[in-house]
């Protein structure tokens, strides 16, 4: 499985901006893809999460104001931020895996076993 994220860049507080995470060597339909986050000095941290049954997942940080979508052709997916705050600043890393077994958190970076090299998302004015 290759991920490749983009979309990164600087954007105002209150402003909006769309990741784009690349997925190739299998079946993004058969993935449980999750949306992380490092911000300086700052651990990384699980942001928002689709099961492969389309189940989605967000932090409480983000619930309202990111959206994870896909596009018809089931190869990209896509992170919707909007309502930016200086805090969401930080290096954006898509990741896969196959199956999150039963009581693990789907915002856990432990449960996934790939991962692009990541985008910059910069919030300030």
């Known amino acids: 499985v290759q991920l490749v994220e983009s979309g990164g860049g600087l954007v105002q507080p209150g402003g909006s901006l769309r990741l784009s995470c690349a997925v190739s060597g299998f079946a993004l339909d058969k993935l449980v893809i999750g949306w992380f986050r490092q911000g300086p000095g700052k651990e990384r941290e699980g942001v928002a999460s689709?099961?492969?049954?389309?189940?989605?997942y967000y932090a409480d940080s983000v619930q309202g104001r990111f959206t994870i979508t896909e596009d018809n052709a089931k190869t990209t997916l896509y992170l919707e931020m909007s309502g930016l705050k200086p805090e969401d600043t930080g290096v954006y890393y898509c990741a896969a895996t196959l199956f999150v077994f039963s009581g693990r958190s789907y915002l856990q970076q432990s449960v996934y076993d790939y991962w692009g090299q990541g985008t910059q998302v910069t919030v300030s004015s």
């Open positions: 689709i099961s492969n049954s389309e189940a989605t």
